[in-house]
């Protein structure tokens, strides 16, 4: 009986393993679309919960299901039982959007308060976006071990464009966005570097313990792990740890502004090219025997180069949104760095066509080459700039449930992640589950999460951490 159930185990274990191995991506214009479909998703929540949160006690309760609703469930059913009704989905948020838009024309705040909402010290965009992508890697976490999420959507085995790999490479970006919107202190420059290193470090601990943490339960339980992810022992919270270490030295070497990120990203961009085309890329692609440290973590040492020059293009682009806040920019202003944001968007989009036709190269997540470092820089780029577009439509501060998500990232990341564990652990064969059983567990785990975010930001609590 102990053998019998020892092989069972282990029988599932490996299904699981199959079930998320070997994927190759679906196509970057359904990965565009999914990305805006929940940045509209979110605009159309913060305006609906605005428009009856004014009406009592009963607008309140409306108003906080409004926002649970359009902006957490809806986006959960564009990527799992209605994925293949996206266009639609995205046509009505729009359809429902516009209707707002003209139900508030008479009592349209005036561009000075829109721009004073724009250039307040916490940035909305900012923090919309970072809600957005918390929003979705909740979601996502769990729904990719059930059918009912389409395996296009899921992590590329090395080639390709997903939805997931795009939520990797936007943790990195979006940690460059916050770190660059953030004053500079006069007290970096005055630090040695140890005492600066220090700091930085001793800060950077929760993210590095959580990496070390996941890594020892995963092998304590035996949990089913995808090596070619991310190695043997590395994953996501230590590339986010060197990431978040690398942009700190580029501050305290190159100084705090746009030009010092963008040289920075783009010298680190060309040698971690150079190093692919040399061999390495190759390399890994080879599966390498795993006899030492390094060749036991290739994929995620491989990729870190490139996740810290999207940190760094993002804290360009925060450099750039602290400094436009800082000058008052006028509403048009903002509407003009839309249109840039949007400009960037589809000029990478072009290059990205280019190149790959030229090179005949492909995207690659598990060394985070140049396809893939251009293509998820203009779909964050468009993130923005639809996001921005909804700021300006909708000028309202943040929904409590985005503002809950944004502010209090690494934690609610950790109770995702040991929410995730838990379901796995207690279902065992979740990818055997049927599509309506796997909707019913994900409302179950989402509906949750979104309470707890959404009763952080009405509290206006954050929980001090590395992003």
Known sequence: SEIRHHQTTADVREAKLRFVSGLHGGSLAEVCLQVCLATVALAAARACSAAVAGSGQGGRRTGAWAELVVGAVLPALAVTALADWSYVLLLALLLVCCALFVARLQSRPQ???????????RSPLVTECRGFLMLSTIICILAVDFQVFPRRFAKTEFYGHSLMDVGVAAFAFY????????????????????????????????VLALGVGRAVVLKLLDYPEHVSEYGTHWNFFCTLFFVGIGLAVVVRWRGHNRTAFLLGAAELFVLHATLLRLGLEEYVHDNPPRNNFFQKN??????????????????????????????????????????????????????YWAFTRVTRAQPSRVVANAPFLIYNLAVLLLNLAVSLASQLAFPLPPCSLVKGLSDNLLPLFLLANLATGAVNLLLGATHEYSQSAGIIVLGLYLL?????????????????SHF
């Open 448 to 464: 949750p999460l979104c309470c707890v975010a959404r009763r952080l930001g009405r509290r206006n609590l954050c929980i001090p």
């Open 111 to 121: 561009p000075e308060e829109v721009s004073e909402l724009l250039n307040a010290r």
């Open 298 to 351: 290739i994929e995620g040492l491989a990729s870190l180069p490139g996740y810290l020059v999207l940190a760094l293009a993002g804290a360009a682009l925060g450099d750039m949104l602290r400094a436009a806040a800082a000058r008052r920019t006028s509403a048009r202003g903002w509407a003009l760095n839309g249109a840039f944001l949007c400009g960037a968007s589809l000029a990478l989009f072009a290059i």
């Open 175 to 206: 940690m460059g966005v916050s770190a660059g919107f953030k004053e500079p202190s006069p007290a970096t420059a005055s630090q040695s570097w140890a005492m600066y290193l220090v700091r930085v470090v001793f800060s950077s601990l929760p």
